[in-house]
Protein backbone atom coordinates (compact mmCIF):
# COMPACT_ATOMS: atom_id res chain seq x y z
CA UNK A 1 0.00 0.00 0.00
CA UNK A 2 1.32 3.50 -0.82
CA UNK A 3 2.32 5.76 1.90
CA UNK A 4 1.49 9.04 2.13
CA UNK A 5 2.36 11.76 0.01
CA UNK A 6 4.00 8.63 -2.82
CA UNK A 7 2.78 8.99 -5.84
CA UNK A 8 0.70 5.81 -6.94
CA UNK A 9 1.41 4.60 -10.32
CA UNK A 10 -0.67 2.39 -12.32
CA UNK A 11 0.92 0.60 -15.54
CA UNK A 12 -0.93 -1.94 -17.88
CA UNK A 13 0.91 -4.83 -19.94
CA UNK A 14 3.70 -5.52 -17.53
CA UNK A 15 4.51 -9.22 -17.78
CA UNK A 16 6.90 -8.37 -20.55
CA UNK A 17 8.71 -5.77 -23.01
CA UNK A 18 8.24 -1.94 -21.96
CA UNK A 19 5.76 -2.18 -19.54
CA UNK A 20 7.52 -4.49 -17.38
CA UNK A 21 10.96 -2.09 -17.87
CA UNK A 22 8.75 1.38 -17.03
CA UNK A 23 7.74 -0.91 -13.98
CA UNK A 24 10.97 -1.51 -13.04
CA UNK A 25 12.92 1.45 -13.70
CA UNK A 26 10.25 3.83 -11.59
CA UNK A 27 10.45 0.98 -8.47
CA UNK A 28 13.26 1.78 -8.50
CA UNK A 29 13.47 5.42 -8.69
CA UNK A 30 15.18 5.93 -4.52
CA UNK A 31 14.41 9.92 -5.01
CA UNK A 32 10.91 10.14 -6.24
CA UNK A 33 10.05 6.27 -4.20
CA UNK A 34 6.87 6.31 -6.63
CA UNK A 35 4.23 3.27 -5.31
CA UNK A 36 4.13 0.92 -8.51
CA UNK A 37 1.25 -0.54 -9.42
CA UNK A 38 1.84 -3.25 -12.17
CA UNK A 39 -0.54 -5.05 -13.73
CA UNK A 40 -0.90 -8.06 -16.25
CA UNK A 41 -3.75 -10.52 -17.58
CA UNK A 42 -2.19 -13.22 -16.20
CA UNK A 43 0.00 -13.61 -12.71
CA UNK A 44 1.37 -16.63 -13.95
CA UNK A 45 3.66 -14.41 -16.33
CA UNK A 46 4.97 -12.49 -13.24
CA UNK A 47 8.52 -14.10 -12.89
CA UNK A 48 10.61 -11.93 -15.35
CA UNK A 49 9.27 -8.78 -13.22
CA UNK A 50 9.18 -9.85 -10.01
CA UNK A 51 13.19 -10.88 -10.85
CA UNK A 52 13.69 -7.52 -12.51
CA UNK A 53 12.15 -5.77 -9.58
CA UNK A 54 14.47 -7.46 -7.19
CA UNK A 55 14.74 -5.51 -3.70
CA UNK A 56 11.84 -3.32 -4.85
CA UNK A 57 8.82 -6.08 -5.06
CA UNK A 58 6.46 -5.78 -2.45
CA UNK A 59 7.66 -2.26 -1.00
CA UNK A 60 7.72 -0.13 -4.32
CA UNK A 61 6.47 -2.34 -6.71
CA UNK A 62 3.10 -4.58 -5.90
CA UNK A 63 0.89 -7.22 -8.91
CA UNK A 64 -2.32 -6.66 -9.69
CA UNK A 65 -4.10 -8.65 -11.89
CA UNK A 66 -5.95 -6.54 -15.23
CA UNK A 67 -7.06 -7.05 -18.42
CA UNK A 68 -7.42 -4.47 -20.21
CA UNK A 69 -9.85 -5.66 -22.54
CA UNK A 70 -12.46 -6.78 -19.79
CA UNK A 71 -15.16 -3.91 -18.16
CA UNK A 72 -15.02 -6.14 -14.91
CA UNK A 73 -11.38 -6.51 -14.61
CA UNK A 74 -10.76 -2.69 -14.58
CA UNK A 75 -12.87 -1.90 -12.46
CA UNK A 76 -12.14 -4.43 -10.21
CA UNK A 77 -8.25 -3.55 -10.25
CA UNK A 78 -9.31 0.52 -10.08
CA UNK A 79 -12.10 -0.26 -6.78
CA UNK A 80 -9.29 -2.51 -4.94
CA UNK A 81 -6.60 0.55 -4.80
CA UNK A 82 -7.07 2.64 -1.39
CA UNK A 83 -9.02 5.51 -2.25
CA UNK A 84 -9.09 4.37 -5.92
CA UNK A 85 -5.65 7.12 -6.31
CA UNK A 86 -4.06 6.44 -9.04
CA UNK A 87 -1.84 9.95 -9.47
CA UNK A 88 0.31 8.31 -13.09
CA UNK A 89 -1.84 5.76 -15.36
CA UNK A 90 0.46 4.37 -17.84
CA UNK A 91 -1.36 2.67 -20.46
CA UNK A 92 1.27 0.40 -22.55
CA UNK A 93 -0.47 -2.67 -22.96
CA UNK A 94 -0.86 -3.44 -26.67
CA UNK A 95 -1.12 -6.07 -29.80
CA UNK A 96 -0.44 -5.49 -33.27
CA UNK A 97 -1.37 -6.96 -36.04
CA UNK A 98 0.53 -7.60 -39.68
CA UNK A 99 -0.76 -8.60 -43.16
CA UNK A 100 -3.01 -7.42 -45.96
CA UNK A 101 -6.53 -6.75 -44.87
CA UNK A 102 -8.18 -9.29 -46.89
CA UNK A 103 -6.39 -11.90 -45.24
CA UNK A 104 -7.37 -11.09 -41.42
CA UNK A 105 -10.41 -11.80 -39.99
CA UNK A 106 -13.05 -8.79 -38.60
CA UNK A 107 -12.22 -11.05 -35.20
CA UNK A 108 -8.56 -10.41 -35.11
CA UNK A 109 -8.94 -6.73 -36.30
CA UNK A 110 -11.67 -6.36 -33.32
CA UNK A 111 -9.75 -7.74 -31.00
CA UNK A 112 -6.80 -5.29 -32.02
CA UNK A 113 -9.05 -2.37 -31.82
CA UNK A 114 -10.41 -3.69 -28.43
CA UNK A 115 -7.05 -3.65 -26.76
CA UNK A 116 -5.38 -0.49 -28.18
CA UNK A 117 -8.40 1.72 -28.50
CA UNK A 118 -10.99 0.77 -26.19
CA UNK A 119 -8.51 -0.66 -23.90
CA UNK A 120 -6.88 3.05 -23.20
CA UNK A 121 -10.62 4.15 -22.98
CA UNK A 122 -12.09 1.85 -20.65
CA UNK A 123 -8.63 2.72 -18.65
CA UNK A 124 -9.25 6.29 -18.28
CA UNK A 125 -13.09 6.05 -18.20
CA UNK A 126 -12.17 4.72 -15.08
CA UNK A 127 -9.41 6.56 -13.20
CA UNK A 128 -10.45 10.02 -15.09
CA UNK A 129 -13.26 11.17 -12.15
CA UNK A 130 -11.32 10.18 -9.32
CA UNK A 131 -8.46 12.56 -10.98
CA UNK A 132 -10.58 14.94 -12.05
CA UNK A 133 -11.87 15.24 -8.52
CA UNK A 134 -8.39 15.48 -6.85
CA UNK A 135 -7.74 17.93 -9.17
CA UNK A 136 -4.56 16.21 -10.60
CA UNK A 137 -3.11 13.24 -12.07
CA UNK A 138 -1.17 12.31 -15.38
CA UNK A 139 -2.71 10.03 -18.06
CA UNK A 140 0.45 8.77 -20.52
CA UNK A 141 -0.25 6.28 -23.33
CA UNK A 142 2.32 4.79 -25.32
CA UNK A 143 1.52 4.93 -28.86
CA UNK A 144 3.82 3.95 -32.21
CA UNK A 145 5.28 6.07 -34.81
CA UNK A 146 2.50 3.69 -36.77
CA UNK A 147 -0.19 6.20 -34.51
CA UNK A 148 1.50 9.25 -36.45
CA UNK A 149 1.66 7.52 -40.41
CA UNK A 150 0.14 4.17 -41.77
CA UNK A 151 2.98 1.77 -42.51
CA UNK A 152 1.76 -0.69 -45.07
CA UNK A 153 0.53 -4.13 -43.94
CA UNK A 154 -0.25 -3.04 -40.54
CA UNK A 155 -3.18 -1.34 -41.75
CA UNK A 156 -5.21 -2.10 -38.63
CA UNK A 157 -2.68 -1.59 -35.58
CA UNK A 158 -2.11 1.54 -37.16
CA UNK A 159 -5.71 2.54 -37.31
CA UNK A 160 -5.66 1.48 -33.78
CA UNK A 161 -3.32 3.64 -32.47
CA UNK A 162 -4.40 6.81 -34.72
CA UNK A 163 -8.05 6.41 -33.00
CA UNK A 164 -6.22 6.29 -29.70
CA UNK A 165 -4.14 9.21 -30.71
CA UNK A 166 -7.33 11.12 -31.67
CA UNK A 167 -9.14 10.18 -28.47
CA UNK A 168 -6.44 11.32 -26.17
CA UNK A 169 -5.65 14.76 -28.04
CA UNK A 170 -9.11 15.54 -27.49
CA UNK A 171 -9.29 14.83 -23.78
CA UNK A 172 -6.61 16.55 -23.59
CA UNK A 173 -7.58 19.96 -23.85
CA UNK A 174 -10.75 19.09 -21.79
CA UNK A 175 -8.79 17.48 -18.92
CA UNK A 176 -6.50 20.86 -18.56
CA UNK A 177 -8.97 22.83 -16.41
CA UNK A 178 -8.69 19.81 -14.06
CA UNK A 179 -4.83 20.15 -13.88
CA UNK A 180 -4.90 16.66 -15.54
CA UNK A 181 -2.07 16.09 -18.20
CA UNK A 182 -2.22 13.94 -20.86
CA UNK A 183 1.05 12.80 -22.26
CA UNK A 184 1.54 10.22 -25.56
CA UNK A 185 5.05 8.80 -26.37
CA UNK A 186 5.32 7.24 -29.70
CA UNK A 187 8.12 5.08 -30.24
CA UNK A 188 9.68 4.01 -33.10
CA UNK A 189 10.98 0.07 -33.50
CA UNK A 190 11.51 -1.14 -29.79
CA UNK A 191 13.28 -5.23 -29.18
CA UNK A 192 10.55 -6.79 -27.39
CA UNK A 193 8.95 -10.13 -28.31
CA UNK A 194 5.77 -7.41 -29.81
CA UNK A 195 8.70 -6.77 -32.42
CA UNK A 196 10.24 -10.40 -32.56
CA UNK A 197 6.46 -11.16 -33.24
CA UNK A 198 5.94 -8.25 -36.01
CA UNK A 199 9.69 -9.37 -37.84
CA UNK A 200 8.58 -13.12 -37.89
CA UNK A 201 5.32 -12.33 -39.41
CA UNK A 202 6.52 -10.15 -41.72
CA UNK A 203 9.44 -12.18 -43.04
CA UNK A 204 7.57 -15.49 -43.41
CA UNK A 205 4.49 -14.49 -45.55
CA UNK A 206 5.15 -12.98 -49.29
CA UNK A 207 2.54 -10.58 -49.53
CA UNK A 208 0.81 -9.68 -53.03
CA UNK A 209 2.17 -6.51 -53.87
CA UNK A 210 4.97 -5.82 -51.83
CA UNK A 211 7.37 -4.48 -54.32
CA UNK A 212 8.53 -1.73 -52.57
CA UNK A 213 8.53 0.32 -56.00
CA UNK A 214 4.91 -0.27 -56.34
CA UNK A 215 3.30 -0.23 -52.85
CA UNK A 216 4.94 2.51 -50.43
CA UNK A 217 3.48 5.77 -52.49
CA UNK A 218 0.43 6.84 -52.03
CA UNK A 219 -0.24 10.64 -52.92
CA UNK A 220 3.13 11.31 -53.11
CA UNK A 221 3.33 9.95 -49.10
CA UNK A 222 5.80 7.60 -48.33
CA UNK A 223 4.31 4.42 -46.67
CA UNK A 224 7.01 2.69 -45.09
CA UNK A 225 6.79 -1.09 -45.40
CA UNK A 226 6.93 -2.92 -42.22
CA UNK A 227 10.46 -4.19 -42.96
CA UNK A 228 12.05 -0.89 -43.59
CA UNK A 229 10.34 -0.03 -40.33
CA UNK A 230 12.17 -2.69 -38.10
CA UNK A 231 15.11 -2.78 -40.53
CA UNK A 232 15.92 1.05 -38.61
CA UNK A 233 17.55 1.25 -35.78
CA UNK A 234 15.44 -0.13 -33.21
CA UNK A 235 15.64 1.44 -29.48
CA UNK A 236 15.35 -1.10 -26.22
CA UNK A 237 12.73 -1.33 -23.74
CA UNK A 238 14.95 0.87 -21.08
CA UNK A 239 15.09 3.95 -23.41
CA UNK A 240 11.71 3.74 -23.54
CA UNK A 241 11.14 3.42 -20.17
CA UNK A 242 13.88 6.36 -19.30
CA UNK A 243 11.46 8.74 -21.88
CA UNK A 244 8.48 8.00 -19.87
CA UNK A 245 10.26 8.36 -16.74
CA UNK A 246 11.15 11.88 -17.77
CA UNK A 247 7.75 12.55 -18.89
CA UNK A 248 5.54 12.06 -15.58
CA UNK A 249 8.21 13.55 -13.56
P1 LIG B 1 5.16 -6.89 -25.52
O1 LIG B 1 4.43 -7.86 -26.38
O2 LIG B 1 6.49 -7.24 -24.98
O3 LIG B 1 4.22 -6.43 -24.31
C1 LIG B 1 2.86 -6.15 -24.48
C2 LIG B 1 2.20 -6.25 -23.14
O4 LIG B 1 0.80 -5.95 -23.31
C3 LIG B 1 2.30 -7.64 -22.53
O5 LIG B 1 2.54 -7.50 -21.15
C4 LIG B 1 0.92 -8.22 -22.79
O6 LIG B 1 0.50 -9.17 -21.83
C5 LIG B 1 0.10 -6.96 -22.62
N1 LIG B 1 -1.27 -7.13 -23.07
C6 LIG B 1 -1.73 -7.53 -24.29
N2 LIG B 1 -3.07 -7.59 -24.27
C7 LIG B 1 -3.47 -7.23 -23.03
C8 LIG B 1 -4.72 -7.10 -22.38
N3 LIG B 1 -5.86 -7.38 -23.01
N4 LIG B 1 -4.75 -6.67 -21.10
C9 LIG B 1 -3.61 -6.40 -20.42
N5 LIG B 1 -2.39 -6.53 -20.97
C10 LIG B 1 -2.33 -6.94 -22.25
O7 LIG B 1 5.22 -5.56 -26.41
P2 LIG B 1 5.90 -4.12 -26.19
O8 LIG B 1 6.45 -3.99 -24.84
O9 LIG B 1 6.76 -3.89 -27.34
O10 LIG B 1 4.60 -3.22 -26.36
C11 LIG B 1 4.13 -2.30 -25.40
C12 LIG B 1 3.45 -1.14 -26.10
O11 LIG B 1 4.39 -0.48 -26.93
C13 LIG B 1 2.28 -1.57 -27.00
O12 LIG B 1 1.21 -0.67 -26.81
C14 LIG B 1 2.85 -1.41 -28.40
O13 LIG B 1 1.84 -1.11 -29.34
C15 LIG B 1 3.80 -0.25 -28.20
N6 LIG B 1 4.89 -0.17 -29.20
C16 LIG B 1 5.79 -1.18 -29.35
C17 LIG B 1 6.78 -1.06 -30.31
C18 LIG B 1 7.79 -2.15 -30.54
O14 LIG B 1 8.48 -2.11 -31.57
N7 LIG B 1 7.98 -3.09 -29.64
C19 LIG B 1 6.88 0.13 -31.17
C20 LIG B 1 5.90 1.15 -30.89
C21 LIG B 1 4.94 0.99 -29.95
P3 LIG B 1 0.51 -10.78 -22.04
O15 LIG B 1 1.81 -11.22 -21.44
O16 LIG B 1 -0.66 -11.23 -21.25
O17 LIG B 1 0.39 -11.03 -23.49
Redesign the pocket.
Known sequence: MASEGQKVVLI????????LRIAVMLAKDEKKRYHVIAT???LK?KDKLVQAAGDTYGKMLTLQT????SDESVKQCISSIKDRRVDVLIN?????LVGPVESISMDEMKKVFE??FF?VVRMIKEVMPDMKKRRGGHILV?????GLQGVVFNDVYSAS?FAMEGFCESLAVQLLKFNVTMSMIE????H????AK?VEDVSKKEYPGADPDTVHYFKNVYLPSSIDIFEALGQT?DHIAGCTKKVIE
Do not use: Q
Request: hydrophobic residues 30%; glycine residues 18%.
Open positions: TGCSSGIGMRDRLDVCNAGIGTNGISSVMKPGPVTEFEMP
